[in-house]
């Protein structure tokens, strides 16, 4: 999996693309808190090119959320492909992480 | 007992890369099977990625040799099946009805996840292997 990240008007962009499993999902939480501690802590996380993601995925990005909730903050999801959206609804997280269109859309109305 | 129309086999140290290869190993399978339908390959799919991690992630060897993990993935006319088995294992430790977790806990979905992803799962432990059948009964 690939990280990467870009810092917009109001929001840093978070890239993951790859598969978000027991392998990627310490690293995503590792990157996105250097994001954080970079000084964002409005946080997109751009599922466009994330094709897979198991419930260690799923824990990282709410890891990711605490994270960015305590720097006064929060994060939210883009993108979403079939079967993030499949795991995220079977576990009922789709409550807790706003999904939407794209990265531009989540914080378009804040 | 139907025939198999496509299968995979991997067996190997418990490890992180072990997870990588599987992963890579299912897709291979879909494209020998692309009469299974998206969703019965994405749901077949994380859950055996779900089980394998599980014994990547908890696992313990039962005497001097490290756990090894194997999956074992047929595609029959109207049913997938995966046998993932931890070798030269201690038997699982813990509960092994699923939970369900607080909202804001980042761990402990899994079990319960595997249990809405496929028809039946059952357990069998026999000579230091413990063994995870995952079923799933195609959508026709």
């Known amino acids: 999996m690939e990280f990467s990240y870009e810092v917009r008007d109001s929001y840093a962009e978070v890239k993951a693309d790859g598969r978000l499993n027991m392998v990627s999902a310490p690293k995503l939480r590792e990157f996105v808190t250097d994001v954080i501690a970079g000084g964002s802590n409005r946080i997109v996380v751009n599922l466009e090119n994330t094709a897979f993601m198991d419930s260690s995925g799923l824990g990282a990005l709410i890891g990711c959320l605490k994270a960015a909730r305590q720097a006064g903050g929060d994060l939210r999801i883009a993108a979403v492909q079939p079967q993030v959206k499949m795991v995220l609804e079977l576990t009922s997280m789709d409550r807790v992480l706003t999904s939407y269109a794209s990265a531009e859309e989540a914080f378009s109305n804040d | ?140």
């Open chain 2, 1 to 140: 007992m139907t025939r198999v129309l496509a299968s995979r086999s991997f067996r190997g140290l418990a490890t992180e890369d072990a997870i990588e290869s599987i992963h890579n190993h299912l897709d291979s399978l879909w494209l020998d099977a692309p009469f299974v339908q998206d969703m019965d390959q994405m749901t077949f799919t994380t859950a055996v990625i779900e089980s394998a991690s599980n014994i990547v992630q908890h696992a313990e060897p039962v005497g001097q040799d490290p756990v090894e993990l194997g999956v074992d993935i047929e595609v029959r006319p109207t049913l997938l099946q995966a046998r993932v088995s931890a070798y030269h294992a201690k038997p699982p430790f813990g509960p092994m009805e699923p939970g369900i977790p607080d909202e804001d806990a980042e761990s402990g979905r899994g079990l319960a996840l595997i249990e809405a992803l496929v028809t039946t799962v059952t357990f069998e432990r026999q000579d230091g292997t413990n063994t995870w059948v995952l079923t799933r009964s195609s959508q026709d």
